[in-house]
């Protein structure tokens, strides 16, 4: 992995402090994936895709225009969604069928957005760094999510 230096628990509290009392999963989606975004170095996209039928459909985000709509199965997102875990990719073009919605991306992680056995979407977090993530920001994530979906009316 590449070292970037960040703290994952003062940008956890920043997040807990974000959607503390909303529970619009619009603006808690929206405020966390800026919080990732600007926060967190060496990213070049955050954001969410909801499932809607047998697709994932662009949600909140920060960063450049994306794709608007995965099939569940297709990419990395659709991949970790249909298989309901977390997927993290060091080098997305050696992934099968990686959709390329941004050239600088290098390197994905994707962590479905899980509530019980609910499958709500996805967190997408992409990076113009090869190997940009490893544990620690596989655990942040995850926790992210878990806090997305936990503090929001879906």
Not at 16 to 38: F, H, Q, S
Not at 55 to 67: I, M, R, S
Not at 86 to 112: K, L, M, R, W, Y
């Amino acid at each position: 992995m590449t070292a970037i230096a960040f703290d994952g628990e003062t940008l956890l509290a920043q997040a807990a402090a974000l959607v503390d009392g909303e529970r619009d999963w619009v603006a808690n989606a929206a405020n966390l994936a800026a919080l990732a975004g600007t926060q967190i170095p060496g990213l070049n996209w955050s954001g969410i895709y909801l499932l809607r039928g047998d697709e994932l459909v662009l949600g909140p985000f920060y960063g450049k225009p994306a794709c608007v709509r995965i099939a569940l199965g297709s990419g990395v997102c659709g991949t970790a969604a249909q298989r309901r875990e977390t997927i993290v990719v060091p080098d997305v073009h050696a992934f099968p069928g990686h959709i390329a919605c941004d050239p600088a991306s290098q390197s994905e992680i994707v962590v479905p957005l899980l509530d019980d056995d609910r499958l709500i979407g996805v967190l997408d977090i992409d990076s113009p760094v090869l190997n940009r993530f490893g544990e620690a920001e596989r655990t942040l994530f995850e926790s992210l999510a878990t806090l997305l979906v936990r503090s929001s009316d879906w």
